[in-house]
């Protein structure tokens, strides 16, 4: 790969592009401008640019690099679920969430994950690659598009561990709140960790208001283990100590996310446990009752879940339930790019 993302280039970039073309450096500024303010990407809609401009923009960038391959839309809630191949024909998804006025848009950092959580779709096969801060700016730019509307909200929970690509998860967070590019405030972006500690660390160092959350899926390391593989999981207590730190630099609170799976984290004594874990460290703690999919881990019942949250709020901790929305054929994280490599190998 030797070309650059379009969506990801730095005003310096443009203007030595610009100055290699023989055209004025200002020019930088007008690109970005189409980029970020009118959220056209694609050189050829850029139609006050002089066309040999706008070609030799095409020649040397990326722009776009991916195109949307499959769509989900749930009738129910109008939230589309999308995966988009990109310019080596990996896969990875973007979720679509309206709600009312405002736009959330769920986004992936990497084709496939290294953390390989035994109940995730996404972690199926390991790593594949890390996506570039441009790749990450194109999700973004696809998912405002679809909508037909700018966004309000990210959540970085998509495909992939984004804080085991730092340099470009930071590029991309720094492009999206820059006033220069999107001027997103940091409060509305917010960063899904498995608990990659020296990752979490890197985040607080940045000062920035981004929330953390924390995939905690356990209150004890036993359990996590059963859950989490070895290889990228930190103990509970170092997980905490990092996101306590990233609070405290942040100045912003984090979030407990714990996905309930039956029989291996729903219990009440395990609820408390989380309860009291959240109050000792300020954490909201946010449960998401599985999705299932062709894994071995099954759902909860309705009121196994009920319990859970009833025993975790009278510790006194803030317990919200994620909201399900989306398309519930491909709902679990993963799963639209899992169907494609199937259906892909099966030809
Ligand atoms: S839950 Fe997140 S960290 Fe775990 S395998 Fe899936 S994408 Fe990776």
Redesign the pocket.
């Known amino acids: 790969m030797n070309r650059n993302f379009l969506a990801g280039a730095s005003a310096a970039e443009l203007k030595t592009f610009l100055t290699q073309q023989g055209q004025p450096a200002f020019r930088a500024k007008q690109i970005l401008d189409w980029i970020c303010q009118k959220q056209v990407l694609d050189p050829e809609e850029m139609k006050n640019r002089p066309a040999p401009l706008r070609a030799a923009l095409k020649e040397a960038f990326y722009a776009p690099s991916c195109r949307v391959a499959e769509r989900a839309v749930s009738a129910r809630d109008e939230v589309v679920k999308l995966r988009l191949e990109l310019f080596d024909k990996e896969s990875v998804e973007l979720v679509v969430i309206p709600a009312g006025e405002r736009l959330t848009l769920c986004l992936s950092t990497q084709v496939g994950?290294?953390?390989?959580?035994r109940?995730?779709?996404?972690?199926v096969n390991g790593l594949v690659r890390n996506l570039k801060a441009g790749e990450i700016i194109e999700e973004f730019l696809t998912g405002c598009a679809e909508a037909g509307r700018k966004c309000d909200n990210i959540v970085f929970?998509?495909?992939?561990?984004g804080l085991m690509n730092f340099e470009e998860l930071s590029r991309a967070l720094d492009i999206l709140t820059s006033p220069e590019y999107f001027n997103m405030s940091p409060r509305r972006i917010t960063v899904?960790?498995?608990g990659f500690v020296p990752g979490i660390l890197k985040l607080a160092a940045l000062e920035k208001e981004f929330t953390l959350a924390i995939?905690l899926h356990a209150p004890d390391d036993e359990t996590r283990a059963g859950i989490?593989p070895d290889k990228v999981r930190y103990p509970i207590a170092e997980i905490l100590r990092a996101a306590d730190i990233c609070r405290d630099r942040t100045g912003r609170l984090y979030t407990l996310e714990y996905t309930l799976l039956a029989g291996i984290n729903d219990s009440v004594a395990q609820a408390e446990a989380l309860g009291h874990l959240a109050r000792a460290h300020r954490a909201k703690i946010n449960l998401i009752p599985y999705n299932e999919t062709d894994s071995v881990f099954k759902r909860p019942s309705r009121e196994a879940i009920e319990a859970f949250e009833r025993a975790a709020a009278a510790t006194g901790a803030t317990v919200t339930r994620r909201v399900e929305r989306g398309a519930k054929s491909a709902a679990a994280?993963?799963q639209l790019r899992v169907n494609a490599m199937k259906k892909e190998s099966a030809q």
């Open positions: 994950c290294p953390v390989g959580c109940f995730c779709a996404s972690g929970m998509g495909i992939g561990e899904s960790t498995s995939s989490i994280c993963g």
